[in-house]
């Protein structure tokens, strides 16, 4: 799942909820009106944008300038170990 559809997901949730008192009691054609407002102030709003943005996961990594990571907790022991070996064929700290 990219960020936008998290973000997307997150917003529709909010709007559902706000929606469900009027289910019963709007047409359908004012319910999807209503839908499109609330769905447009709560997307631009500074409060409402940062809230929904705080809702989402958090990024995943999966490529850096200076490190690929498939799985970051098998690769950590070996690269500490692997300078560990480095310091003792150069003869210790330096």
């Known amino acids: 799942m990219d960020e936008d ?3 997307d997901d997150n917003l ?3 709007v559902e909820r706000a929606l ?3 289910l019963a009691l709007l047409p359908a054609d004012q319910l999807d009106e209503f839908r499109a407002v609330l ?3 709560l ?8 809230l929904l943005k705080q809702l989402r996961p958090p990024p995943v990594v999966q490529k850096s300038d ?3 990571r498939d799985d970051p907790l098998a690769a950590a022991p070996a690269q500490h170990q692997d300078n560990k070996d480095k310091k003792r064929e150069r003869g210790g700290r330096r």
């Open 20 to 22: 469900e008192p009027y």
């Open 5 to 7: 559809s998290g973000a």
């Open 39 to 41: 769905r447009d102030e």
């Open 43 to 50: 997307a631009r709003h500074p409060v409402s944008a940062r």
């Open 66 to 68: 200076d490190l690929v």
């Open 12 to 14: 529709d949730a909010a």
